[in-house]
């Protein structure tokens, strides 16, 4: 790389995080469900409660226990309002089973639960008792005393990873991921008195993808093993290895942000998240940022976020359990699942106008290990004939500004075919056009291409 091309990568970076950096994490998001009891922080017992809150949810930051991160914070809600709290007191793992496995049926038509998630109510028990004997109970006071006596972040860090189940080797990057909340400033909690400076950037899978893209890898089969469908532990097996990637990677973002490297983190997470199963190349980096930016302009907001989950209605007002709602959808669901087709149920929205900021799309189902001519594929399911115009409009808002990423296959009931035809006769709202008869069959033809 020259360096006039690795001088111009670096000032696109940093547009795309100044751009970007001011999104607020998914944990941290107070307009989202379910909203967070003790939002505002209006007390100091209130920011006590935050610092022990945030622990608990970045100790359970692991695709094997909670799967969906969306998980972690439905999960730490259905626990507060069943245990209260006892959520922050218990270290008896029964406290903790009966809950956990009695959400995971409450939730089952959005996400599942990691393969280990088992071991989660011992995670939050030993977070529990860091908190009560290292703490003392009080994680802001701990802390500030470390800071007074010029220990830094990685001190802390180190505590945390030797006390709190699995938050050790590549782990600790879930500690990395709680002080970046806990100290740097808005959109983060700034609760601790450590300098950002001296943070380090998580490395994750979403920004090992970013690393890779970058260059900054040694490793020419990362790139291929990261977007393998069947990806191997051996990735984070050596904690040197590990621990020398995210040096490598806070170092980068020092040259760009150097009172500041966690600046990049969520940005370079939005963005990694964004590349899963696309080519881990500076060319497919810079086309990402340049898209990115470009609709920000374009939206005067960033195009999308993430969810954690969207509350749906039955036809007298009664809130009903989360996920897959009508029984078209359900069964669209439980197809996928037989086939143990990974898919993302309506996880993000994207921002489809600036003059009506409220225009928004939330796909069903994003099926990110399906390509069609390099885009991501999601499967959107209407069986409601009065709003297909509405409907049609908005995949046509939504395909006009993200189609080159997405394909849209719609899935109607087999009556709504010629009605969608005449209402869209130039096809600007899918890709396909699927009749509900049809659609396991189609599917089953179309992964096999």
């Known amino acids: 790389m020259t360096q006039q091309v690795a001088n111009s990568l670096k000032d696109l970076l940093i547009q795309f995080v100044d751009t970007y950096s001011s999104i607020v994490d998914l944990e941290l998001d107070e307009t989202l469900e ?85 071991e989660i109510p011992d995670v939050l028990c030993s977070v529990n008792r860091f908190v009560a004997q290292k ?58 008195m450590f300098n950002s400076e001296d943070l380090l950037v998580p490395l994750t ?18 790139p291929f093993k990261l977007n393998s469908k069947y990806r191997p532990e051996s990735w984070w097996a050596n904690t040197k290895e590990f621990d020398s990637d995210t040096e490598k990677l806070t170092a980068y973002a020092r040259t760009l942000y150097p009172e500041d490297p966690a600046k990049v983190d969520f940005p370079f997470f939005i963005l990694g998240t964004w590349l899963e199963y696309s080519d881990l190349t500076q060319n497919s980096l810079e086309k990402s940022m340049r898209f990115f930016i470009k609709k920000h302009q374009e939206l005067l907001q960033p195009l999308m976020r993430y969810l954690t989950v969207v509350y749906h209605y039955n036809r007298i007002g009664e809130r009903i359990k989360p996920g897959a709602f009508s029984g078209f959808e359900q069964d669209i669901f439980d197809f996928l699942r037989s086939r143990q087709v990974i898919f ?20 069903d189902f994003l099926l990110p290990r399906y390509i069609d001519k ?55 709202s899918y890709d396909f056009l699927w009749k509900q008869s049809e659609y396991k069959t189609r599917f089953e033809n179309y992964q096999k291409t």
């Not at 922050?88 to 639960?113: G, H, I, K, M």
């Not at 993302?344 to 796909?363: D, G």
């Not at 399911?381 to 849209?408: D, M, Q, S």
């Open 34 to 118: 379910p909203k967070f009891w003790f939002m505002p922080l209006k007390s100091y017992e209130a920011k006590k409660e935050v610092a022990h809150y945030f622990l608990l949810a970045a100790s359970l930051s692991e695709y094997k226990l909670t799967g969906n991160p969306r998980n972690i914070r439905l999960l730490l809600n259905h626990l507060h309002e069943k245990l209260a709290k006892a959520l922050y007191s218990s270290t008896d793992p029964e406290a903790f089973r009966v809950e956990v496995a009695r959400f995971e049926q409450n939730t089952q038509l959005l996400d599942c639960l990691g393969e280990d998630k088992k």
């Open 135 to 192: 703490a003392a109970g009080d994680l802001i006071v701990y802390s500030a005393n470390m800071h007074k006596k010029k220990l830094k972040p990685k001190d802390m860090v180190q505590q945390l990873s030797y006390l709190i189940k699995r938050m050790n080797g590549h782990r600790k990057s879930k500690a990395w991921l709680y002080m970046r909340w806990m100290v740097r400033g808005s959109p983060d909690l700034a609760l601790f």
């Open 205 to 222: 899978t979403p920004k090992f993808r970013v690393y890779v893209a970058l260059g900054l890898s040694l490793n020419e089969d990362l």
């Open 344 to 363: 993302y149920y309506e996880f993000m929205e994207f921002c489809l106008s600036k003059e009506k900021p409220q225009l928004t799309y939330k796909p």
């Open 374 to 428: 390099a885009r991501k594929v999601i499967l959107e399911p209407h069986g409601v004939k009065e709003n297909l115009k509405e409907v049609t409009t908005k995949l046509a808002a939504f395909r006009g500004h993200y189609g080159e990423f997405f394909c849209i296959i719609l899935i109607v009931p087999d009556a709504f075919v010629e009605v969608i035809q005449n209402l869209d006769p130039e096809h600007a």
